[in-house]
């Protein structure tokens, strides 16, 4: 198929500046671009061009960072270029304007956050958002409750997928890639001997921090050799101090313990300090979606102490991989969790193993890939089914040689209301087929009853061979550059 | 093609509403120190200043910088033209936030014919011109205007105009690509970010003991807590979430910088000025900061002087019995303790000296002469309508 990813207008992909859902993308986007040709929106960043192709995944970056820029530019590259399958991340208020700049694509939501609160979005505007897409992804039940809760009708639609972590790069400590870059780490920070306390986050009162600096003046009377590592800066690579930051900073200066405030750090050197850590706090204080930072603790083997907010507990096994603190509002909760660690080190030490087991077998980017794939397959129209559509369902479902030739010949051969239908119902099974294949093409080891649906399905669908094909990628951009230029008009 | 224009896009920022492109920059905040004069701004800021005139119909004989806001980024200039005194003003606030103020301003003279200074149109027939990623606009310099005297009376010239301002201030839709800015549904957040910080204060008071002002701020911060909390409270009793519902617009706009400065006397009446910060809200909003304002200067809450400035207020926007709570609610909140203490958390160390404790022990006293006079007020309103 021919899919369009359309990021958030706030931060580009690659994620140089970080940003959760500029890191999943980028996560799976080697997994993705051997079935389809995928070109990538996002916004403009004077470090990366408006428009390059690179791995096979076209990019094409336009003004952003206020919404509305960035809406009008994203429907004006839309309606200047055709695509299968639109896949939004978290606007849905971008959804009813580029529904009407391609009507015929069907359209994927991903919700990473409350984005659907009927303060971010008119209540009309969800209905027909949630009526015209195929489906939602949510990265955690959490986001998908909330929206469930907001609107029932939306239930048949959502489906989560937990977002992933890239287990080759961030790693243990004690992993022999690492090892070296923990105690050089360590050292030049004065921390040789401690046990690190690492903090992840925004620093902002939703994320907390301050309840953990709170926590650790009674902590370091307890527990010897403690350190605390806090990585983050206001607003991603901003350092601009407000009042919180301001607060955080007067706790930090006069703790009993040597604190470790690193300000932005880049995103692909972050997996260092989880690995020169021992320990990772969550503090969160809001109804957060999913933190990523838990993924991360896990790949790099920390034991977790996070609170009972959104969706953060999902992902921890109470005792096996790290303890869930249920009232984070109170500082002391902190203390106890922590204190029950500190006072156990093999106890941590197993609580690491597990995370990293855990993080290995389920939460690595080809399996987040190989789920978005099966939601890509599966997508199914939703506006009136005409033979166009009913036949571009079924291409889809084809290798991606078959998508060159051309739908509009094949189309004039369908006719009748039946052979539609049918048309759609068999489309619908080949995709169902060529996501498992995906899937195991990936290199993921599907469990059984999904195997053994996949069985099921007529030999002949199953003999269909995969032909992955990136010259077609750089004939459509090359299309592409050919098209008209649209209008530029600012706001 | 496209991508060049995107680009250009990227590198330009900045674009006259007629489309011209007109430099290169993007504003910043600056820096001033001692080697800076007073009034001190950038040459890349004067010369878009040069540009921005260029889209009117004026012809400039001087321009004097008459403010700066260098820790933003805003700046006023006073304008001598062909067609009188005008001002330049460069908003340091997003371009969609300044549309929404610009479009109230608009509103407020054209429909509603209020004493705020009329906005001088480009040769386009726009309110402002974008430069330096910015907004900026000329308005007419509204002369002479003298500030009312600092007595009873001027203060209830100042209430009287507010009350007129709120009432025409009805009714204002924002343009379309604005931002609206509004308060009217905050009240509660507001309130438990003001119980939040007091614990903040009481955490840093206790983080550096030893400060001079530490005892005095720890003795008394509890207290204010528990006022902030009570209010709360009081609030979640009251009519708020109802009034809160009736919407923007029906509320109307507050200043939000309303005082002695930017309420000033004119040949035919009070003039309300510098609206930039302008938002929806609750409008008696204004009116308590002009009054917990009015008292901390006197050292002492008067019951004379709140009284009759409400008065004073209700004449021109009559407050009903609903809206009069939330005034005694919101006077109740410790707004001077909180107003004056947040700054704790940039330098603890400096401001935690001798002077922020005889601070401290002033906003007390204060506080002290609050409660008999709102016990006093509180039936003013009973059986009213």
Redesign the interface.
Known sequence: MKILMVCTEKLPVPPLLGGAIQTYISGILPYLRPFHDITVLGISNPSLPDEETIDGIHYVRVPGKVFEIYRNSVVRYIEANEFDLIHIFNRPRLVLPIRQAAPQAKLILSMHNDMFDPEKIDLEEANEVIATVSGIVTVSNYVGNAIRELYPQAATKIRIIYSGVDTARFLPGTHQKMQKIRNELRKAHGLENKTVILFAGRLSRNKGVDKLLEALPELAKKHKELALVIIGSKWFSENKVNDYVAYVRALAEKLPIPVVTTGFVAPDEIQHWFAAADLFVCTSQWQEPLARVHYEAMAAGLPIVTTARGGNPEVILANENGLVVENPEDPNGFVTAISQLLSDKSRMKKMGEKGRELAVSMYTWDRVASELLEVWEQAEEVTQPTLEQAHAGEVTSEPLEAIKESPKEEKSEQETKEKEEKAKKKAKKKANEAAKEMAKQAGRDDDATTTNETKKKTKKEKRQPFILSSSYTENASDKKKGKGDPPFIIG | ???V???Q???THA?SKG?DYVERTTIEPWIVDETTHEFFVPDYIEQLADEVLQSYDLSVKSRQIVTTKPDKGGAIWKLETNRGSKSLKLLHRRP?RSLFSLGAQQYLVEVREARVPPIIKTKDGENYVEAGGKLWFVAEWIEPLAPVTKDLEGAKQLCYALGEFHRLSKGYTPPK?AEVASRVRKWPKSYQKMI??MT?FR??AN??KDMPASPSLLEVVDEFAEQAKRGLERLHQSSYAELSKLGNAYWGLVHQDYGWSNGQMGENGMWIIDLDGIAFDLPIRDLRKLISGTMADLYRWDVTWVREMIEAYDEANPLTPELYEILLIDLAMPNEFYKNI?E???E?ELFLGEQTKQLIQTIVETDQSKWPVLEDIQTDWKGRR
């Open positions: 093609m496209l991508l224009v995107f680009q896009v990227e590198k674009i489309g969609t690509q939040t910080k903040w955490n840093i983080a550096y947040k704790i958390v940039y603890p």
